[in-house]
């Protein structure tokens, strides 16, 4: 159930003829003791999702720096609890509350320029780097992370006060977590400091960065609703480019791996970001089967390049989501990625896309067999993804077929996507909920 004290105190006003007027910049309700409607998603599933809710009120916080964010988490404890997170948050900060930038970090003789001569590969090769540089790299690797990776525990929920509070360079660790709420926050700039030079990826090489705003690892309850994700302040785009790569400071946006299971998000907003939502890590994860089931729905992803989501293995319902392509957007790849034994049910889903990106782009298969889709619109007319998918790339992908295996049961109302793309338009995000 979800508490409306606001939406109840308002219904009594009216009958008693009263009027009442909520102060600017305060909250209609509290919403820190909302858990999740049945029926909402595979979060919704073998009980349901209630966060802190039974938490008592010596274990609900108000949180306004980073050291009382941690205290309150408590080391990932347990302990049902409520966060209500006021203002903006910065993780990148000592005890005392002053800010720590990269060169705070750096230690053991650790520099960028060094690194980049350590490893460049017309000298180096393509060896994994191994060494004093690399050794230095993940010594102030560690102790960033120290910083900004930060453990949260079961029956936890963490909540946004107001309309504008922010988490900024921090990771939430959802490791092994069952029954977890994180709702009308922005996660901004999860930024790593020290990317790593992979030498063998994808043939050119690449940098790999280490944090993802969410990591839903093996958790499994989890209820994301009403926030927003990005890279706001360090977009990656603007970073130099190193050995002919860009200097990726940025991971996924949110990724559900390691056997994580039914989790819901919800009415959140993803922009600015190369991967955003990665559910399943790996081809060979073979302990996800009958695991990672999530749903995704009245989500907006904006100028994200791809992982919107990517799947494996999973089971995941995808409906009522806005997919917005900027015109300036040339390195956009693709948004539903169809990969190793996943069954992506599709329903109702609209794309707003500049001229150089067609339906045949949206989706990308690696290793894919299935992909269940309707009611798509693409710039304003209904299409088939499937059927687009299979001719335009039969001659580099495997036809997808429709059958996923299963059908959703757990959903709320599935709106027209014309529907659906103006009110996630209007309503997705943090400061939104209604």
Same mark, same amino acid.
């Given at each position: 159930? +979800?508490?409306?004290?606001? &939406?109840?105190? %308002?219904?009594?006003?009216?009958?008693?003829?009263?009027?009442?007027?909520?102060?600017?910049?305060?909250?209609? *309700?509290?919403?820190?003791?909302?858990?999740?409607?049945?029926?909402?998603?595979?979060?919704?599933?073998?009980?349901?999702?209630?966060?802190?809710?039974?938490?008592?009120?010596?274990?609900?916080?108000?949180?306004?720096?980073?050291?009382?964010?941690?205290?309150?988490?408590?080391?990932?404890?347990?302990?049902?609890?409520?966060?209500?997170?006021?203002?903006?948050?910065?993780?990148?900060?000592?005890?005392?509350?002053?800010?720590?930038?990269?060169?705070?970090?750096?230690?053991?003789? @650790?520099?960028?320029?060094?690194?980049?001569?350590?490893?460049?590969?017309?000298?180096?090769?393509?060896?994994?780097?191994?060494?004093?540089?690399?050794?230095?790299?993940?010594? $102030?690797?560690? +102790?960033?992370?120290?910083?900004?990776?930060?453990? &949260?525990?079961?029956?936890?929920?963490?909540? #946004?006060?107001?309309?504008?509070?922010?988490?900024?360079?921090?990771?939430?660790?959802?490791?092994?977590?069952?029954? &977890?709420?994180?709702?009308?926050?922005?996660? +901004?700039?999860?930024?790593?400091?020290?990317?790593?030079?992979?030498?063998?990826?994808?043939?050119?090489?690449?940098?790999?960065?280490?944090?993802?705003?969410?990591?839903? /690892?093996?958790?499994?309850?989890?209820?994301?609703?009403?926030?927003?994700?990005?890279?706001? #302040?360090?977009?990656?785009?603007?970073?130099?480019? @190193?050995?002919?790569?860009?200097?990726?400071?940025?991971?996924?946006?949110?990724?559900?791996?390691?056997?994580?299971?039914?989790?819901?998000?919800?009415?959140?907003?993803?922009?600015?970001?190369?991967?955003?939502?990665?559910? #399943?890590?790996?081809?060979?994860?073979?302990?996800?089967?009958?695991?990672?089931?999530?749903?995704?729905?009245?989500?907006?992803?904006?100028?994200?390049?791809? /992982?919107?989501?990517?799947? *494996?293995?999973?089971?995941?319902?995808?409906?009522?989501? +806005? @997919?917005?392509?900027?015109?300036?957007?040339?390195?956009?790849?693709?948004?539903?990625?169809?990969?190793?034994?996943?069954?992506?049910? =599709?329903?109702?889903?609209?794309?707003?896309?500049?001229?150089?990106?067609?339906?045949?782009?949206?989706?990308?298969?690696?290793?894919?067999?299935?992909?269940?889709?309707?009611?798509?619109?693409?710039?304003?007319?209904?299409?088939?993804?499937?059927?687009?998918?299979? %001719?335009?790339?039969?001659? $580099?992908?495997?036809?997808?077929? =429709?059958?996923?295996?299963?059908?959703?049961?757990?959903?709320?109302?599935?709106?027209?996507?014309?529907?659906?793309?103006?009110?996630?338009?209007?309503?997705?995000?943090?400061? /939104?909920?209604?």
């Amino acid at each position: 159930m +979800r508490t409306r004290h606001g &939406v109840r105190l %308002a219904v009594l006003a009216g009958m008693l003829g009263l009027a009442l007027s909520t102060p600017a910049g305060a909250e209609a *309700r509290d919403i820190s003791r909302d858990t999740l409607d049945a029926n909402d998603g595979w979060a919704a599933a073998d009980g349901g999702t209630t966060g802190g809710f039974t938490a008592d009120d010596a274990h609900v916080f108000t949180v306004r720096n980073r050291s009382e964010l941690v205290r309150a988490l408590d080391g990932g404890s347990a302990t049902p609890k409520i966060i209500q997170i006021a203002g903006t948050i910065d993780a990148n900060t000592d005890d005392d509350g002053d800010h720590l930038d990269c060169a705070d970090y750096a230690t053991d003789g @650790y520099s960028t320029k060094k690194y980049l001569a350590a490893y460049d590969p017309r000298t180096w090769g393509s060896a994994k780097p191994s060494g004093p540089q690399e050794e230095a790299r993940q010594a $102030s690797a560690a +102790r960033q992370a120290e910083r900004i990776e930060l453990a &949260v525990g079961s029956h936890t929920t963490i909540v #946004g006060l107001g309309d504008s509070a922010v988490l900024k360079g921090a990771s939430l660790q959802l490791k092994g977590a069952e029954n &977890v709420i994180v709702r009308n926050l922005e996660l +901004r700039d999860a930024y790593d400091c020290f990317p790593v030079w992979q030498p063998n990826t994808g043939g050119l090489g690449d940098w790999k960065a280490a944090y993802d705003n969410i990591w839903v /690892r093996g958790a499994t309850h989890v209820w994301i609703d009403h926030v927003t994700v990005g890279d706001k #302040g360090h977009l990656d785009e603007k970073e130099p480019t @190193y050995f002919g790569r860009n200097y990726l400071r940025h991971d996924g946006l949110l990724d559900i791996t390691n056997a994580a299971d039914l989790v819901t998000v919800s009415w959140s907003r993803f922009a600015d970001h190369d991967k955003a939502i990665l559910i #399943g890590n790996g081809d060979t994860a073979t302990g996800d089967r009958g695991k990672l089931r999530v749903t995704l729905h009245h989500n907006e992803f904006e100028s994200v390049v791809q /992982r919107a989501p990517r799947v *494996r293995f999973g089971q995941v319902h995808l409906y009522n989501n +806005r @997919y917005v392509v900027p015109a300036a957007a040339p390195d956009y790849r693709y948004s539903i990625g169809v990969s190793t034994e996943s069954a992506v049910y =599709a329903e109702n889903n609209a794309f707003t896309t500049p001229g150089h990106v067609e339906v045949a782009d949206l989706v990308k298969s690696w290793n894919g067999t299935a992909l269940r889709q309707s009611g798509t619109l693409f710039n304003g007319y209904p299409v088939d993804l499937l059927a687009i998918h299979n %001719a335009y790339n039969s001659g $580099s992908e495997r036809d997808l077929t =429709a059958d996923v295996g299963w059908t959703p049961t757990l959903h709320t109302k599935i709106d027209s996507a014309a529907t659906a793309d103006r009110e996630v338009a209007r309503g997705a995000g943090a400061g /939104r909920i209604p």
